[in-house]
């Protein structure tokens, strides 16, 4: 007897959360700045994104993977899962936003701009996420930053990493199970 796979294709916005250490990529770079106690160098204030926290594409990654489970055909092809139209948020916007939640010792400053080229609006189309899936995220660009930034500066603080991840998954979930009630 022959099975068939379902299989689906899944992308997020622009990604941010604790542990991220990438190199060039904004909240890591903000940071380390910040850890360093240098200014956060901001080569695009004016470029949009769409921000969200990790947990939020991961709640729709394993909804599809659920829904693929029971019914693959349906849910087979590709999938966006990215933030509220008003989370697609500035740079600029981001990283006051993470000098303001850290603290005073957090500066930034507006750099050189000649670098790679970068598009000045991204953003994702996640209607299908919302209607097929019924996914929706939870956090608002207000608490995935808050999230974020109490996640690094909680390390800075020699928290135990993994403590933090699992303080926030729960208030994460939470705050889903609220909103489903």
Known sequence: KKHKIALA???AGNVIGGGDWATDRIVPDCIKAI???KPIVVRNPHAVRPWQHVLEP?????CLAENLGKDGPKYSGS???GPAEQDCQTVGYLVKTICSQWGPKAEYSLGNTKGPHEATFLKLDCSKAHTL?????????KNALWA?????KG???RRNAREICLEQIDKYERLKQCESA
């Open 155 to 157: 390390c800075a603080e």
């Open 79 to 81: 999938w966006n899962f």
């Open 9 to 11: 294709t899944a992308r």
């Open 35 to 37: 850890l360093a106690g």
């Open 148 to 152: 974020t930034v109490a996640w690094y």
């Open 133 to 141: 899936l019924g996914w929706r995220p939870h956090w608002d660009l």
């Open 58 to 62: 991961l709640s729709g990654y394993l």
